[in-house]
């Protein structure tokens, strides 16, 4: 079985903050990706980042950034310098790749303030 | 231009009559699967599939049946829907070997009286 845990339901920060989103995750499978998807108001659910289960390097693109740790199977997720747009609903996922089965995290609401 | 249609958009049905979501994807994806989004759980895995013919149960298959007959479509078919169905669907489709992020439908949302 697999289990994907956020445990922030809900943050809110002022424009310019930087934020992190924590996730935590269980697998028996040694092969899998780990994901974070978006979700804003509108409904759609848009693929952010990933990361291979052999690649823990750590990687920044624009004003995302993650943190990949095995030993504690976490992976986190940091905006810097946070703006109003970046307010949606946040998603943790992980695919086990020989199987196909995908398993999402509870997601955490993410508000920007101005 | 690649994408993932769901329809219909919107449903409304009563209790007990039986109904058909589509999905279909245009990027000759391997993998396809279907999820529920309900208030404070998340996505939920129903179906998903690794290829033609292909189909294994999700985390919360039961009142459910898919098929995949072709590798573009992955029909979600609820042959006796009831009120605690009642929730935003979501189809994607991933291409294995890539990357095995999904992209996702724009949603369905069924109400069912």
């Known amino acids: 079985a697999q289990k994907v845990t956020q445990a922030q339901t809900e943050i809110s920060v002022v424009e310019k903050e930087d934020v992190t989103l924590d996730c935590v995750y269980e697998?028996?499978?040694?092969?899998?990706?780990l994901f974070w998807y978006k979700q804003p108001p509108s409904g759609e659910l848009v693929f952010l980042i990933r990361?291979?289960?052999?690649?823990?390097q750590n990687e920044i693109s624009g004003r995302y950034s993650w943190n990949f740790q095995k030993s504690t199977s976490s992976f986190n997720f940091t905006i810097t310098a946070s703006q109003v747009v970046d307010s949606a609903v946040y998603f943790c996922?992980?695919?086990?790749?020989?199987?196909?089965?995908?398993?999402f995290g509870d997601g955490t609401t993410l508000t920007v303030k101005p | 231009e690649a994408q993932v249609t769901q329809n219909p958009r919107y449903l409304i049905t009563v209790t007990g009559k039986k109904l058909t979501v589509t999905c279909s994807q245009n990027?000759?994806?391997?993998?396809m699967s279907w999820y529920r989004q309900d208030p404070g759980l998340g996505l939920r895995q129903i179906y998903y599939?690794?290829?033609?013919?292909?189909?294994d149960k999700g985390d919360v298959p039961e009142g459910y049946k898919v098929s995949r007959k072709e590798k573009r479509n992955f029909p979600l078919i609820l042959e006796s829907p009831s009120p605690n169905q009642t929730s935003l669907y979501f189809c994607?489709?991933?291409?294995?070997?890539?990357?095995?992020?999904?992209?996702f439908g724009p949603g369905t949302r069924l109400t069912v009286l």
């Open positions: 994607a489709s991933t291409l294995a070997g890539v990357g095995y992020e999904q992209f």
């Open positions: 697998t028996r499978d040694t092969t899998y990706y």
């Open positions: 990361r291979n289960s052999f690649d823990e």
């Open positions: 996922a992980l695919t086990n790749t020989n199987a196909g089965k995908s398993t």
């Open positions: 990027m000759n994806h391997e993998y």
């Open positions: 599939s690794m290829n033609v013919e292909v189909t």
